[in-house]
């Protein structure tokens, strides 16, 4: 569980509902169907029609992925692991790593270092995997891309739900009765609309480009390293080219 975006989702819902509880009025006022219906039923609608089933059905997977701890090993001991790698080929030759790589739990790092392995020059290797990282890239990229949608449909509906509800209530101010339910939606649709994309989609968007962001530099790293022993580099060359990596994220 990733503590951080638990706790800042749940800290965000917490205090709006102390403001509502402060202001003394309860959370009667603030529950509108109407403007639900305009919000989340048309930022919903927005979205499907926007994107392919295949990725909607991967809300869910990536809301998971967001509020989990990334599982990449972190980078100084996955450079620490390639040299080690390194050094046993240098040794023993390639097969003495052969068992040590079939037990990796990191695919992406199983297959670049079967493929070193099963003796893959380094010109096929390092575009082979470029390419599988490519892929990935994109995958990731939609989800991103479908969270951000819906922060910035829900926070377009909210603004439609307040044009109609202002409608609405300029069309009936011969009648007091009617401008308040009207006045409601005009103002809850903007509230609702704000919550939805800041507490909800915001903060899923920005914790999956962030977690996508170390993946990618993982396998970077990766592909970088087993490109270089499949070359026969010498182990300092390989530790300092990893290690200048490690150097470039940590500033």
């Known amino acids: 569980m990733d503590k951080s975006t ?7 819902w917490a205090l709006i509902a102390l403001a509502i509880v402060l ?8 529950i509108d169907i109407p403007s639900v219906v305009i919000v989340f039923g048309g930022t919903i609608a927005v979205t499907a029609g926007q994107f392919e089933g295949k990725d909607l059905k991967r809300i869910v997977p ?3 992925v967001a509020m989990n701890e990334v599982k990449v090993e972190p980078l100084p001991e996955l450079i620490e692991k390639i040299v080690f790698y390194a050094t046993e080929i240098k040794k023993h030759g390639v097969m003495q790593i052969e068992q040590k790589v079939l037990q990796e739990t990191n695919p992406f790092f199983k297959e670049a270092f079967q493929l070193l392995v099963d003796g893959t020059k380094p010109d096929v290797l390092q575009p082979l995997m470029e390419l599988k990282l490519e892929h990935m890239e994109k995958r990731h990229s939609v989800m991103i891309g479908i969270f951000g949608n819906i922060g910035g449909t829900a926070g377009a509906m909210g603004m439609i739900g307040t044009l109609v509800g202002l409608v609405a209530m300029l069309a009936n101010l011969s009648d007091p009765a009617s401008v308040g339910p009207a006045m409601a939606v005009a103002l809850l649709t903007t509230m609702y609309g704000a919550l939805l994309g800041t507490l909800f989609a915001g903060i ?4 999956l480009s962030q977690k996508h962001n170390v993946e990618v530099t993982a396998c970077e790293v990766i592909i970088h390293g087993a490109a270089m022993i499949a070359a026969e580099e ?3 060359n390989i530790k300092m080219q990893l290690n200048a990596i490690l150097t470039e994220v940590v500033e």
């Open 62 to 64: 990536a809301m998971k």
């Open 204 to 207: 899923m968007e920005s914790k």
């Open 6 to 12: 638990v706790g800042g989702l749940g800290a965000g």
């Open 23 to 30: 202001g003394g009025v309860g959370f009667g006022p603030y």
């Open 234 to 236: 010498s182990i300092g």
